[in-house]
């Protein structure tokens, strides 16, 4: 029997779950299980649970067949435990390291009490933690085992759920149970405080409470917060025929109407339209359960007597004492681009265009990735729907003729921006973009995240550049679909980018030409380049260093190329932002290289490419579509992992994580090629695990996938293509009938990972 049995009720948290998994079972302390229960949750949850599961006895996976609330969800891990003491933990929260050894000391001090209450912190999405209120509180209690009769002040205790442990026995004798609904977690942390008859305290924080910016019930506005004044009456109907606990109703009222209140005065919880409704109602509970005599705090007032105009009144006059301050701020600075602005709010008074389309990718620098994939297959099913580019100035002579597009910052780009109804991108709009009501935008995002994305960064500030997080939540509130290539992403934008946007998991439009091109694509793509039939060409792509400025070479480019000889042939694409760098076009000069930095489609080059070598691009999750070796040189990886944080081991050697051999020096690199292990057994190997893992959507249909759900309004998704059953491009040694395979003698179980 363990000591701890840890109830994680799961659903719609697959970007946090992890993290709460991972801080249960890496405890000091093991003597535990972790009762995941999936409330069939629509996203990657249940597969998570499910995951752990296997590899961790530890862990219980419980699922539901129907979302049955997080209530039920509570019960039922109830039901299952089996430990000492029940600790109740969302899935979007984490315990802090060493909690359960220190819990469990205190326990077994405190003689096993009904609950221990311990401290919390909150954790905000902007990277900063926040102390509880309690800690005073909870230290006083010092070594004290009570009742709540002998020490009331603990009813200011905050009502949840995650910051207490039950001793099982006590929890499932008195039969508690959660009911559905939201605020069922402030009835039973009543309910069992005033039942128990032993109780303790420690003042150590053991519980990381995450608040989240979207997706928390309490944060969504609606009728369902009504439900509050049921869970509170519930709590009086418990009270009735207790008299010993008749001295305590005044607290419990207090405690119960400063809760309402709150609520009434949260607009994340009870918008404007519905506040006249919920305070009448607010009312009519207090009236209801009042004890005799309650005197009302000032706080309690506008309860006691109804005072809603009044309250209206005195809102409404700092509201425009506020507004008024705001507005005089925005005159000042809009002043200078008032023209422009004047047009665009013009432009925007007039109705939206159904059939327009603004397509955007990388900064305005053309037509590229997956906008521009989505652009043309919308051209073959939705040929209604009118395209425009916003493409900048100095790209505007590489938009493909016929292609219809505008200048940013220009009367047509305003006019296109207000007007549209559907907006895509591969980065943000600019701030001023305004998100009308009725448009689409979608966030195709340009690759899967090996390094930390999003609000992950703020840990990181050598990758931020100054950014402003709340300016990009700005702008992530304006998606309505985000597409993912795989669950990995699934799961990390859902945390990075926390909004209310839906996740669109169709794969990545860029990546269905690895599926559709072909020998003939494939021959074309290096016949463009000159890449002569029988030379094995390989792709080195490196990515930008956030450390760094300018280009560094992190492979000294003309001893490959001597070493390796004439048989290969090595294509070099820096990242754009260091495209036209003089040492590159130096060696391209010289014919040691075929400098691609500016070629304008990556997918061409992969596909003309028998193999990959890059460091942390995320084009190594593309290109494994192909099912060619990939090749890692990392010689920085330490300052690279540290500077801009990473989501897992690039090079640690395990299926899933490395996609092919590693190379960290020019020697390395040189034997995996010369050596052969580049195309050997465990090259394979390791690129098939990459495969599963991170080409599970991409298929050769993501574009149309986007295009059925977005423009023509389609329910669902076209089923993915199982992983063996998809046919891509063949190689250009399948082509040319060269021989990939170890050549006799050859040793084939070299091992890949070179340290």
């Keep these: 029997m363990p000591r701890f049995s840890?109830?994680?009720?799961?659903?719609?948290?697959?970007?946090f779950l992890r993290e709460c998994f991972d801080s249960a079972l890496s405890q000091s302390f093991a003597d535990i299980e972790v009762i995941a229960v999936d409330d069939a949750s629509p996203d990657h949850s249940g597969r998570i649970i499910d995951e752990y599961a296997a590899r961790d006895s530890r862990l219980v996976p419980l699922h539901h067949t129907d979302n049955l609330g997080v209530g039920r969800s509570r019960n039922d891990g109830a039901e299952r435990a089996t430990g000492d003491y029940l600790l109740f933990l969302d899935g979007d929260d984490t315990i802090a390291p060493g909690s359960l050894e220190a819990l469990d000391t205190r326990l077994k001090q405190d003689g096993d009490p009904d609950i221990l209450?311990?401290?919390?912190?909150?954790?905000?999405?902007?990277?900063?933690?926040?102390?509880?209120?309690?800690?005073?509180?909870?230290a006083s209690a010092g070594t004290d085992v009570f009742a709540i009769t002998d020490r009331p002040e603990f009813l200011k205790l905050f009502a949840m759920t995650s910051n207490r442990v039950y001793r099982r026995d006590f929890y499932q004798d008195n039969g508690f149970l959660f009911d559905d609904g939201i605020?069922?977690?402030?009835?039973?942390?009543?309910?069992?405080?005033?039942?128990?008859?032993?109780?303790?305290?420690?003042?150590?924080?053991?519980?990381?409470?995450?608040?989240?910016?979207?997706?928390?019930?309490?944060?969504?506005?609606?009728?369902?917060?009504?439900?509050?004044?049921?869970?509170?009456s519930k709590l009086f109907a418990f009270l009735g025929g207790k008299e010993h606990l008749d001295a305590l109703r005044p607290q419990i009222f207090e405690r119960a109407a400063s809760h309402i209140l709150f609520c009434l005065n949260n607009p994340d919880r009870i918008p404007l339209p519905l506040r006249r409704e919920f305070l009448n109602r607010a009312v009519k509970w207090y009236r209801a359960h009042a004890p005799a005599g309650f005197v009302p705090t000032a706080e309690l007032r506008p309860l006691a007597h109804g005072g809603y105009l009044r309250m209206r009144l005195a809102e409404r006059y700092q509201a425009a004492q506020r507004n008024a301050a705001k507005r005089r701020r925005k005159v000042r600075q809009a002043w200078s681009g008032w023209a422009k602005s004047a047009f665009y709010r013009f432009q925007l008074r007039r109705p939206v265009d159904p059939n327009l389309a603004v397509y955007a990718?990388?900064?305005?620098?053309?037509?590229?990735?997956?906008?521009?994939?989505?652009?043309?297959?919308?051209?073959?099913?939705?040929?209604?729907?009118?395209?425009?580019?916003?493409?900048?100035?100095?790209?505007?002579?590489?938009?493909?003729?016929?292609?219809?597009?505008?200048?940013?910052?220009?009367?047509?780009?305003?006019?296109?921006?207000?007007?549209?109804?559907?907006?895509?991108?591969?980065?943000?709009?600019?701030?001023?973009?305004?998100?009308?009501?009725?448009?689409?935008?979608?966030?195709?995002?340009?690759?899967?995240?090996?390094?930390?994305?999003?609000?992950?960064?703020?840990?990181?500030?050598?990758?931020?550049?100054?950014?402003?997080?709340?300016?990009?939540?700005?702008?992530?509130?304006?998606?309505?679909?985000?597409?993912?290539?795989?669950?990995?992403?699934?799961?990390?934008?859902?945390?990075?980018?926390?909004?209310?946007?839906?996740?669109?998991?169709?794969g990545y439009p860029r990546n269905d030409v690895y599926f559709t091109a072909g020998a003939a694509g494939v021959d074309a793509a290096r016949a463009a380049l000159g890449?002569?039939?029988?030379?094995?060409?390989?792709?080195?792509?490196?990515?930008?260093?956030?450390?760094?400025?300018?280009?560094?070479?992190?492979?000294?480019?003309?001893?490959?190329?001597?070493?390796?000889?004439?048989?290969?042939?090595?294509?070099?694409?820096?990242?754009?932002?260091?495209?036209?760098?003089?040492?590159?076009?130096?060696?391209?000069?010289?014919?040691?290289i075929i400098d691609v930095s500016r070629h304008p489609s990556v997918e061409e080059l992969c596909l003309a490419a028998d193999a990959l070598v890059t460091d942390y691009s995320s084009i190594m999750f593309d290109y494994a579509n192909l099912d060619r070796p990939i090749v890692i040189h990392a010689d920085d990886w330490p300052v690279y992992r540290a500077s801009r944080g990473v989501y897992f081991d690039l090079l640690s050697g395990t299926p899933g994580e490395t996609p092919g051999p590693v190379s960290t020096s020019d020697?390395?690199?040189?034997?995996?090629?010369?050596?052969?292990?580049?195309?050997?057994?465990?090259?394979?190997?390791?690129?098939?695990?990459?495969?599963?893992?991170?080409?599970?959507?991409?298929?050769?249909?993501?574009?149309?996938?986007?295009?059925?759900?977005?423009?023509?309004?389609?329910?669902?998704?076209?089923?993915?293509?199982?992983?063996?059953?998809?046919?891509?491009?063949?190689?250009?040694?399948?082509?040319?009938?060269?021989s990939l395979v170890p050549a006799p003698g050859e040793p084939t179980d070299r091992e890949a990972v070179s340290r």
């Design 6 to 15: 840890v109830i994680v009720p799961v659903h719609k948290v697959q970007g």
């Design 361 to 506: 990718a990388y900064w305005d620098r053309g037509m590229l990735c997956n906008p521009a994939a989505i652009y043309r297959k919308a051209r073959e099913l939705a040929p209604h729907i009118r395209g425009v580019w916003v493409v900048r100035k100095s790209d505007a002579d590489r938009v493909p003729a016929g292609v219809e597009y505008v200048i940013p910052g220009t009367k047509r780009y305003w006019k296109a921006m207000a007007r549209a109804k559907y907006l895509v991108n591969n980065v943000n709009f600019a701030n001023t973009v305004i998100k009308r009501p009725g448009t689409v935008h979608v966030q195709t995002h340009h690759g899967t995240p090996l390094k930390k994305m999003g609000i992950d960064q703020q840990r990181y500030p050598a990758s931020t550049n100054g950014m402003s997080f709340r300016k990009l939540l700005d702008r992530v509130d304006r998606w309505d679909f985000s597409i993912s290539a795989n669950p990995h992403s699934s799961e990390v934008w859902e945390r990075v980018y926390p909004s209310s946007f839906r996740q669109l998991e169709s």
């Design 531 to 592: 890449i002569a039939p029988r030379q094995t060409a390989i792709l080195y792509a490196p990515t930008m260093r956030d450390y760094q400025k300018g280009y560094v070479p992190r492979i000294d480019l003309a001893r490959v190329c001597r070493e390796l000889g004439p048989d290969f042939v090595l294509l070099t694409r820096v990242h754009y932002f260091h495209a036209g760098d003089d040492t590159i076009q130096e060696l391209h000069d010289q014919g040691l």
């Design 183 to 232: 605020y069922e977690d402030a009835l039973v942390s009543y309910k069992t405080m005033l039942t128990a008859t032993r109780i303790s305290c420690t003042d150590r924080v053991c519980l990381q409470y995450r608040q989240r910016r979207s997706g928390a019930s309490t944060r969504s506005p609606g009728r369902e917060h009504f439900v509050i004044f049921e869970q509170y």
């Design 117 to 138: 209450y311990f401290d919390h912190v909150r954790t905000y999405w902007w990277d900063t933690t926040e102390k509880s209120l309690f800690g005073e509180l909870l």
């Design 667 to 738: 020697a390395q690199l040189i034997d995996i090629f010369r050596g052969g292990s580049w195309r050997g057994t465990r090259s394979k190997e390791l690129r098939a695990a990459f495969r599963t893992r991170f080409c599970a959507y991409d298929d050769g249909r993501a574009a149309e996938r986007v295009v059925r759900r977005v423009f023509l309004g389609e329910p669902g998704l076209i089923p993915v293509t199982p992983l063996a059953d998809r046919t891509p491009a063949p190689s250009p040694a399948e082509i040319t009938g060269r």
